[in-house]
C-alpha cells in the first residue's frame, strides 16, 4: 500500500517541511510540502532520507563493545535498550560516586546539522540535572558565533531576522542557500517582494548567486570593510544618530592607553 504523509526532515536545523511517500511501511520518496511554513524545497540531504533510513549501515539497535578498546576488532553485541539504558545509567553513578558528576563528559552531534536538533534541550536538562559542567559539543565554525558571541556580548541571542518586513537584507559569513534552506526559500520570497539582498564572503556559491549585491571579501578582511562602512556612514551623516546615542556603545570615550572604555570613576573629579 502506498500512503502519502505530510511531515518535516528532521536532519537540520533548517526542518523543511516535506510530503513523504511510504510504500509498504518503507520511506520511498521525500518531496517538498508547499503550505507548510518551510516547505519550499528540499536540498539532496533531504531528498536522500528514503537512502539514509534504509541503509544497511544505519544504527537502529545498541550495541555493546565487548573487546578493550585498544582491540582493533570491538566485539559488538547487540543488546536491549532496557540493558544499554541500565548499564550507562549504573556506570553514570558509578563515577558520579566516586569522583564527582564532573567527572562525566557527555558529548552530542551538532544540533545544527543532524536530527540532535529537536533533543538537544533535553540532552542538556540531563547534563544539568545530572551535575556536569561537561557538554561536548561538534560546533560549526558558522555556528559558534551565532549561538554564543551575541549572548556573552550583549546577554540575548542573534534573534530572528524578520525577512518578511526587511527593505534590505545583509548576509555577512551566513549562506543559508547552503545550511539553512527554510531561511533561504523566504530571503528569495523577500527578494521578489521587492527587497534588496547583500551577500558578503569570499565564496559565491549559494547564496551569493541569488544576490543584488555580492561583495567577495578575501578571508580574514571582513574589519575592514566594516571599519570602511562604519567610516563611510559617518562621514556622509546618513547613520541615526539618535539610535546610535541612545542604544550602542559608539558616544562612550575610550582611552587611547587601553582601549578600553571610559568608566566615569576614572574621570576627573570621580
Ligand atoms: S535543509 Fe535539507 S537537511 Fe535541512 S531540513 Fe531542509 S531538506 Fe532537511
Known sequence: MKEQKPGYCTLCRSRCGSLNTVENEKLVAVEPLPGHPTGG????KGRAAPEIADSPRRLTRPLRRTRPKDDPDPGWTEVTWDEALDDIA????????????QAVA?????????????????????????????????????????????????GADIGAPDYDAADLIILWGHNPARTWLAQATRIADARRRGARVVVIDPKRGGSGQQCDLWLGVRPGSDAALALGALRHLIHER?????????????????????GRLVRSAELPGH
Open 41 to 44: 524545497a528540499l536540498c539532496a
Open 90 to 101: 549504573r556506570r553514570m553513578r558509578e563515577i558520579a560516586d566516586a569522583h564527582g558528576p
Open 106 to 154: 557527555f558529548a552530542a552531534t551538532t544540533p545544527s546539522g543532524t536530527p540532535m536538533v529537536d533533543s538537544i534541550d533535553w540532552v542538556e536538562r540531563l547534563v544539568r540535572a545530572f551535575g556536569s559542567p561537561n557538554l561536548l559539543y561538534a560546533v560549526e565554525n558558522c555556528g559558534w558565533h551565532k549561538d554564543y558571541a551575541h549572548e556573552l556580548t550583549f
Open 238 to 258: 546618513s547613520h541615526d544618530e539618535d539610535f546610535v546615542r541612545s542604544w550602542t556603545n559608539a558616544p562612550y570615550l575610550v582611552d587611547l592607553a587601553t
